[in-house]
C-alpha cells in the first residue's frame, strides 16, 4: 500500500528560468528504501518541503498521504529543528505535546538515543555536541514519534563512519517493521544494502539509476605528487598541546604540529572529537578552553588580532551570512577590509553562481549556502584559511570546482587547514592531521614538510 504518492508535480520559483520540477512523479510503499541524487540546488530539500506539505509557494499536481500515515524529518542541518537545551529534552518534546506519561517517557527516550548510539548523559548540553552527534540527536527525535516515513536530508556528510553504521543498522531495523525511508544524497555509492529504489532528479523529473551507476566514493588519502616544500616562518607551530575544555574532560593531546604558506592539512576525526574546537581555537574564538601551547603567524590566537590574514567557515554556513544579497555578502568583508570588489564578481563566475548575485542567501539550498560562505573568504585571499566540513551539500561538479579554487589559492601562498569525517580524495594534501583515540597524529608525504624553517 502507497504511504506517499506524488503525482504530475510542478513547481517553480519566482525567479528561475527553468522549472524546479516538471510532471515529477513518486510512489513510496512501506518497507520501501528510496535514495535520491541530485546536483547542488537542484531541489532535493524542496522535494522534501513538499512531502511534509509545508513547500511556501504555490504548486501543481497532486500529493497523497495515507489516512493516519506518521512523517518524521531530519533536516540537513539539524540545527533549524533544535528547541531545547539538553538531549534528554529534546527528545522527550514531542512525547510531552502527546501527553506521554512521564515514566513511560523515560524508557522511550533511551531507547530512541541507543538505537542511534547516543550513550551519554540525558542532561548533556546540545551546545556541547558535534553536528554530527546532533544529527544523531535529531533522528532519535523523530524515532520516539515511530514514523511511518523517515525522510533524511543528507546523513553521510553529516556523518562520521561510525555514525554512518550505526545509523544503517537503525535504518535496515526500522525497513524491516515497515517503515518507508527516503534518504537525500549526493554521495551514490552510500547505504546501497538498504536501497530498494535509486532517483536522479534532474531537469525536474526523477530518473530511475541502475545499480551500476552508484559506484562507492573513494575515502583514501590523497597526497601531493609535488609537496609544498615549506618556505618562510611557519603559520602555525606547536611544539605539543592538549585540547581541552576548563573543568572538563579533554579533547585530545598533540605533539608538534607544523604548517607552512602554500601547505594544505586535512584534518579527520570522528563525530565531537574536537575539530571544530580546534579551528575555532585556532582563530581565537573559542572560548572555555585551557591554554595552548600554538602560535599562528607567531602569535597567540586571538579573536580580531589578524584581520584578513585569517579565515574560518563554520560548519554551519547560515551563521555566517547575514546581508540581502549573494553578492552583498560577497563584498562585505572585501569592503571592510578596502580589498577590490571585482573580486566578488569574478569569483562568482569562475564557481558559475553569477545567476545567484541577486538572491537571497537566506533562501539557498544548504550547499549553496556553503558555497557562498566560502566563496566569500576565498575573495579576501588569506594567509590561513581554515575551513569546517566544506564540502558538505555539494555534488561532484562544485566540490571539484572548489577543489580548483582551494588549489589555486594554495599556490598563491594561502595555508589551508580543512576539517572533515574522512579524507577528501579529491583534494591532495601535504598533511594529514587525524584525531584517533584521543590524540592528533600529524602526518606527511614527504619527511621535509617537518623541518622547521624560518
Request: hydrophobic share 45%.
Amino acid at each position: 500500500m502507497a504511504l506517499v504518492r506524488l503525482s504530475q508535480i510542478h513547481f517553480n520559483f519566482q525567479t528561475a528560468a527553468q522549472p524546479l520540477f516538471e510532471d515529477l512523479n513518486l510512489t513510496i510503499a512501506a518497507g520501501e528504501c528510496h535514495l535520491i541524487h541530485g546536483y547542488t540546488g537542484c531541489g532535493k530539500s524542496t522535494l522534501l518541503k513538499l512531502l511534509q506539505g509545508i513547500l511556501e509557494r504555490p504548486w501543481e499536481g497532486e500529493r497523497e498521504i495515507a489516512e493516519g500515515a506518521t512523517l518524521g524529518v531530519v533536516m540537513q542541518d539539524p540545527n533549524v529543528q533544535l528547541l531545547r537545551q539538553t538531549l534528554g529534552a529534546e527528545v522527550a518534546f514531542a512525547l510531552e505535546n502527546l501527553g506521554v506519561a512521564s515514566s513511560e517517557m523515560l524508557l522511550q527516550v533511551r531507547s530512541a538515543l541507543r538505537r542511534v548510539g547516543l550513550y551519554i548523559s540525558l542532561d548533556t548540553p546540545i551546545a556541547s555536541l558535534s553536528l554530527g552527534q546532533r544529527y544523531r540527536l535529531m533522528i532519535a527525535a523523530q524515532l520516539v514519534l515511530e514514523p511511518d516515513l523517515l525522510l533524511l536530508d543528507e546523513p553521510w556528510a553529516q556523518l562520521d563512519d561510525q555514525g554512518v553504521a550505526e545509523l544503517s543498522a537503525v535504518l535496515h531495523q526500522l525497513k524491516q517493521q515497515g517503515v518507508a525511508l527516503l534518504i537525500v544524497e549526493h554521495h551514490r555509492g552510500v547505504f546501497k544494502d538498504l536501497v530498494t529504489h535509486r532517483w536522479q532528479l534532474s531537469q525536474g523529473q526523477l530518473q530511475a539509476l541502475a545499480p551500476a551507476e552508484c559506484e562507492a566514493t573513494s575515502e583514501q588519502v590523497s597526497w601531493r605528487e609535488s609537496p609544498a616544500w615549506p618556505q618562510g616562518s611557519a603559520v602555525i607551530d606547536s611544539h605539543g598541546f592538549t585540547l581541552a575544555f576548563r573543568e572538563r574532560q579533554k579533547l585530545f593531546d598533540a605533539d608538534s604540529l607544523l604548517l607552512f604558506p602554500g601547505e594544505i592539512a586535512a584534518l579527520v576525526g570522528d563525530n565531537g572529537c574536537g575539530k571544530s574546537t580546534l579551528l575555532k581555537s585556532l582563530a581565537g574564538i573559542q572560548a572555555d578552553i585551557d591554554p595552548l601551547g600554538i602560535k599562528v603567524f607567531g602569535k597567540k590566537p586571538k579573536l580580531g588580532r589578524f584581520g584578513a590574514d585569517l579565515a574560518l567557515l563554520h560548519q554551519r554556513p547560515s551563521r555566517q551570512l547575514f546581508e540581502n544579497t549573494v553578492i552583498e555578502e560577497m563584498q562585505f568583508s572585501l569592503k571592510r577590509f578596502g580589498l577590490p570588489l571585482e573580486r566578488a564578481i569574478e569569483l562568482l563566475g569562475q564557481l558559475g553562481l553569477t545567476t545567484l548575485a541577486r538572491h537571497s542567501p537566506h533562501t539557498l539550498s544548504y550547499g549553496q549556502q556553503h558555497l557562498i560562505a566560502l566563496a566569500s573568504l576565498a575573495c579576501l585571499r588569506p594567509k590561513l584559511l581554515l575551513l569546517d566540513d566544506p564540502f558538505a551539500g555539494l555534488d561532484e561538479h562544485f566540490t571539484d570546482k572548489i577543489v580548483a579554487l582551494l588549489t589555486e589559492l594554495s599556490r598563491q601562498g594561502t595555508a589551508l587547514v580543512i576539517a572533515s569525517h574522512r579524507p577528501i580524495a579529491a583534494l591532495p594534501v601535504d598533511r594529514l592531521w587525524r584525531v584517533v583515540d584521543g590524540r592528533l597524529e600529524s602526518l606527511s608525504a614527504s619527511p621535509q614538510a617537518y623541518s622547521r624553517v624560518g
